[in-house]
Nanobody, 115 residues
Framework: QVQLVESGGGVVQAGGSLRLSCAAS????????MAWYRQAPGKQRELVAAFTRLGSRNYADSVKGRFTISRDNAKNTVYLQMNSLKPEDTAVYYCNALYYDRDYWGQGTQVTVSS
């Protein structure tokens, strides 16, 4: 099993920055994929960024060049640095871990970008 705890959400003005953190209960090197998803009101949950165990990174087109996923293996933590935030980035952001072909989710953290 994997427990995930997110932090770092909040309210920010358009153009601002936030950094989200996701702390895992086990070594993230043992986890196949760590990812950030988001869900806006009335919309489906969507992939924002993902980091595979081998180190490759993937981003949604809507966040490329603005968001960066990174990790600290020693802290078993994955980060999402979000710059140049837009009102359309407003959503609940969820951390996800794919571990032995099972998905694990954090509780989510709210990000609100005001115009």
């Amino acid at each position: 099993q994997v427990q995930l705890v997110e932090s770092g959400g909040g309210v920010v003005q358009a153009g601002g920055s936030l950094r989200l953190s996701c702390a895992a209960s086990r070594s993230i090197l043992s986890i196949k994929t760590m990812a950030w998803y988001r869900q806006a009101p009335g919309k489906q949950r969507e992939l924002v960024a993902a980091f595979t165990r081998l180190g490759s990174r993937n981003y949604a087109d809507s966040v490329k060049g603005r968001f960066t996923i990174s990790r600290d293996n020693a802290k078993n933590t994955v980060y999402l640095q979000m710059n140049s935030l837009k009102p359309e980035d407003t959503a609940v952001y969820y951390c996800n871990a794919l571990y032995y072909d099972r998905d694990y989710w954090g509780q989510g953290t709210q990000v609100t970008v005001s115009s």
